[in-house]
């Protein structure tokens, strides 16, 4: 298994908050995918002038803002029982997945609390 991209991500219901603040720190609109698991989710990729990156995810349903780190990788299966094994749980249930014709990604949790929003990119 390959990483990929490894990148902070925000998830809110208050995107746009989160998005006009990072572009006041110099963060520009760089790629947006909408309609996420057939819902009103949608991800911002945003990216400074040094290439630094951060994707904001507006997401209705999150009670609180909630960051964690977004891990592209070249296998997902790989990747998840290799996190399953080290404690993490699905946070959706047990191999539940969201799956386009874009990407494969779960949000998995660690024992200790902190969180990877797993994702493979299937190119075509």
Request: charged share 30%; aromatic share 8%; proline share 2%.
């Amino acid at each position: 298994m390959k990483i990929t991209t490894f990148i902070p991500m925000i998830l809110s219901k208050n995107a746009d908050d989160i998005i006009d603040l990072f572009e006041e720190l110099g963060f520009e609109r760089r790629h947006q995918v909408d309609n996420i698991d057939d819902k009103d989710i949608s991800s911002i990729r945003m990216k400074d002038a040094n290439g630094f990156c951060l994707d904001v995810a507006r997401v209705e349903s999150m009670p609180r803002d909630m960051t964690t780190m977004r891990m592209n990788v070249s296998d997902f299966d790989e990747a998840y029982e290799l996190l399953k094994a080290h404690g993490f749980k699905n946070a959706r249930g047990e191999d539940h997945s969201i799956d386009s014709e874009f990407a494969r990604s779960c949000l998995m949790i660690s024992p200790s609390g902190f969180s990877i929003q797993l994702t493979q990119h299937i190119k075509k």
